[in-house]
């Protein structure tokens, strides 16, 4: 009798029931086994990559290896083996090997996919479509995603079966070296498109020297490193070798900042100057300058940041003032942020370099300033350890800026929670901006500019002042808007007020200065613009026709941007300077019950609202033998205009049309966009009101 322990060979085996024609292995996991026509391997077994062999072989095989468990093992462990193996060499852009199965396949290119979605929106997409060395945006895509193809190739799971299984990497080229050398062509690229858009010597220096006077406004006044080195760029010569040393060097930033400086030039020649040998448009020029720049400062971050890079970005972000699209600025602001973040530039560091210390100061000063103007959150909070280091020495004007910075930030967060805000939150930060100003010597904050006195004085200046009582306007506007119904709010009326005259006046004194009146910037009109509507909806309510001085005064400062706007979009061909034109120019006429626009005039002004100016269509002949009867007066208020304002108090910027603009300020003001969007403000002023007397001067 045998024990159980023992085995017979003697003995036949077991005769298995060969009932069906299915598959050992389809058997063995109770599925229908389905062979289609002209194959050896079943669906189910082709699905699971499984070995089909049939019943009766199956049981031979189990005759001849009784530890067939564990050799079923084994050929499970090497089938997976081949199958990793094969999928790692699809993933390194060989997935067209005839060996792969359509389920490794889809593998293999569902994770190259998967790592092309991970490459930084960079817009290098968008590149130079003129001059030399242009090339498409699939190109510029697909050189970007053979980049980072490899970029699985050290994922923890695939080194899991790379060392567990023993797989060899067969002639696998190095990810940087691939990347290094796919960035290097991409450079080259931009950089001969670039040399091909470089003036001649002779128009080059015509526009140097058109656009000197600028260098040091540019430099000093807004705290731009346009050279190689702090005040490197100091004439003619100079300037003329930074260009060709940079173009020689082939150095990524430093062509990009060459392409930058040459950009401000360009975009400062005033609309008179024509020269039919330039590469393109002066407009177009400039935009192509911003790209092939861009690009470049996108390769490098792509390898490691630099001061050189933040100072690049810097000088981008006023180009796109000056454009008129303070989105993309902000856009371009936040970059410079997030990689003056990784520099380590935000940690107190006494010994740091004053280079340094000076481009961090002006990234998050200036993101603070214009995430208030934007209804934007900041980047920077108080206790952000890159804040809390105060400008040292007896700079006022670097002192100053720290001050408006800190405010402006504090708007910010009142606008963000103004649901939860109280007017006691305003009235605080009002007190800020007393404290600010009452640090400052009086003396320089009031100084009187002479023939003697520095441009980049005046203009710095004016600048601080712009900034600073745009953030008192900011402050009180939600406030003086709902003065009107609320006698409560009237100290919110006279300090929204009174910021918008100083705001007109510092702008006079740029626009009338004989060397800084073409000084092109799109957001700093904007800014004198939007003062100028916020004075004439307080004209507009005074319900006396009897003016005051103050009255007087104020229309006098409104006809002064009209004509500054007017002047500025005439030399310097500036949309947005020619709307705020037409504008203020109707508005006035509005007032003075000389109204000769439009019958149904409508602007969505970017970043505050609506302004609708209606007229009573043309009498009929009936009507006017009717009229005849009643006094003539009574007969022109019946068919005088009306105006209306519509506006958003604590979020200027909103999700509006405007916002999504490429143009953004310099967008079609009548367009009709908006038309569907609800403002939590409105007015409406009766033409009837104002008699065709003159007034202001």
């Known amino acids: 009798m045998q024990t159980p322990n023992s085995t017979s060979t003697d003995r036949p085996a077991k005769r298995l029931r060969l009932g069906t024609k299915s598959c050992a292995e389809c058997r063995r996991r109770k599925v229908r086994c389905i062979f289609k026509s002209n194959t050896k391997v079943?669906?189910?077994?082709?699905?699971?990559?499984?070995?089909?062999?049939?019943?009766?072989?199956?049981?031979?095989?189990?005759?001849?290896?009784?530890?067939?468990?564990g050799t079923d093992v084994q050929v499970k462990l090497q089938n997976l083996e081949e199958m990793v193996h094969r999928l790692c060499e699809a993933m390194n852009m060989r997935a067209e090997s005839s060996n792969c199965s359509p389920f490794e396949m889809s593998a293999a290119e569902a994770l190259t996919s998967l790592s092309s979605q991970y490459l930084p929106e960079n817009n290098l997409g968008t590149t130079l479509n003129v001059g030399a060395g242009s090339r498409g945006v699939s190109e510029s895509r697909s050189s970007a995603s053979s980049d980072h193809v490899e970029s699985f190739d050290d994922a923890p799971l695939l080194n899991f079966f790379q060392e567990a299984m023993l797989i060899q990497r067969q002639n696998l080229p190095s990810k940087q070296s691939d990347?290094?050398?796919?960035?290097?062509?991409?450079?080259?690229?931009?950089?001969?498109?670039?040399?091909?858009?470089?003036?001649?010597?002779?128009?080059?220096?015509?526009i140097l020297q058109m656009t000197e006077n600028f260098w040091p406004i540019w430099e000093d006044s807004l705290q731009l490193m346009i050279g190689p080195a702090p005040h490197s760029i100091t004439g003619l010569a100079s300037a003329k070798k930074f260009i060709q040393d940079s173009m020689k060097s082939g150095t990524p930033i430093m062509v990009a900042k060459t392409c930058l400086f040459l950009a401000l030039c360009v975009q400062q020649l005033p609309s008179t100057f024509k020269m039919t040998s330039l590469p393109t448009a002066p407009n177009v020029l400039v935009d192509s300058y911003m790209r092939g720049a861009d690009a470049l400062i996108s390769i490098n971050e792509g390898r490691s940041a630099s001061v050189n890079s933040l100072e690049c970005l810097a000088i981008l972000f006023k180009l796109y003032l000056n454009k008129g699209r303070p989105r993309e600025a902000w856009q371009c602001l936040r970059r410079a942020f997030n990689s003056a973040l990784l520099l380590g530039l935000h940690i107190p560091n006494d010994a740091a370099p004053h280079r340094q210390k000076i481009i961090w100061a002006y990234i998050w000063q200036v993101d603070r300033t214009l995430s208030a103007l934007l209804g934007l959150p900041a980047a920077t909070t108080d206790s952000h350890p890159g804040v809390q280091i105060r400008p040292s020495g007896q700079h006022y004007g670097e002192q100053f800026m720290y001050e408006v910075a800190m405010i402006a930030g504090h708007i910010s967060e009142r606008n963000q929670n103004h649901q939860t805000a109280t007017y006691a939150v305003t009235l605080t930060i009002d007190q800020e901006i007393e404290q600010?100003?009452?640090?400052?010597?009086?003396?320089?904050?009031n100084s009187i500019s002479y023939p003697s006195t520095p441009r980049t004085a005046i203009y710095g200046?004016?600048?601080?002042?712009?900034?600073?009582?745009?953030?008192?306007?900011?402050?009180?506007?939600?406030?003086?808007l709902k003065s009107s119904l609320d006698t409560s709010y009237e100290y919110s009326r006279l300090r929204a007020l009174d910021a918008c005259r100083e705001i007109?006046?510092?702008?006079?004194?740029?626009?009338?200065?004989?060397?800084?009146?073409?000084?092109?910037?799109?957001?700093?009109?904007?800014q004198a613009f939007m003062a100028a509507v916020v004075l004439v909806i307080d004209l507009l309510n005074q319900s006396s026709q009897l003016e005051t001085h103050q009255e007087v005064s104020d229309w006098g400062l409104v006809h002064k941007v009209t004509s500054?706007?007017?002047?500025?979009?005439?030399?310097?061909?500036?949309?947005?300077?020619?709307?705020?034109?037409?504008?203020?120019e109707h508005l006035s006429t509005f007032r003075a019950g000389a109204y000769a626009g439009p019958d149904n005039y409508e602007v969505t002004i970017p970043m505050f609202g609506r302004v609708k100016i209606n007229r009573p269509k043309?009498?009929?002949?009936?009507?006017?033998?009717?009229?005849?009867?009643?006094?003539?007066?009574?007969?022109?208020?019946?068919?005088?205009?009306?105006?209306?304002?519509?506006?958003?108090?604590?979020?200027?910027?909103?999700?509006?049309?405007?916002?999504?603009?490429?143009?953004?300020?310099?967008?079609d003001w009548t367009s009709g966009l908006n038309v569907d969007y609800t403002y939590d403000w409105s007015q409406t002023f009766d033409g009837s009101l104002f008699g065709s007397t003159a007034f202001g001067s």
């Open 179 to 206: 990347q290094d050398l796919s960035s290097d062509n991409r450079t080259k690229a931009y950089i001969k498109a670039i040399r091909a858009l470089i003036p001649s010597p002779d128009e080059l220096e015509l």
């Open 436 to 445: 600010c100003k009452n640090r400052i010597p009086a003396d320089w904050w």
């Open 618 to 667: 043309t009498r009929t002949l009936q009507q006017t033998a009717i009229n005849d009867f009643y006094d003539g007066n009574q007969f022109q208020q019946q068919f005088m205009p009306m105006v209306e304002f519509s506006a958003n108090s604590f979020e200027p910027f909103g999700v509006t049309m405007d916002m999504l603009s490429e143009a953004e300020l310099g967008i």
């Open 42 to 69: 079943c669906k189910e077994c082709s699905a699971h990559e499984s070995e089909c062999i049939s019943q009766q072989q199956f049981v031979q095989a189990t005759k001849k290896a009784p530890d067939g468990e």
């Open 564 to 584: 500054s706007m007017k002047g500025v979009s005439e030399s310097m061909e500036c949309t947005v300077a020619g709307q705020a034109f037409h504008l203020l």
């Open 504 to 526: 007109i006046k510092a702008y006079q004194v740029v626009r009338e200065h004989a060397d800084l009146r073409l000084t092109i910037c799109d957001v700093m009109d904007f």
């Open 461 to 480: 200046l004016c600048m601080l002042k712009v900034e600073y009582y745009t953030c008192q306007k900011m402050l009180h506007l939600p406030y003086m």
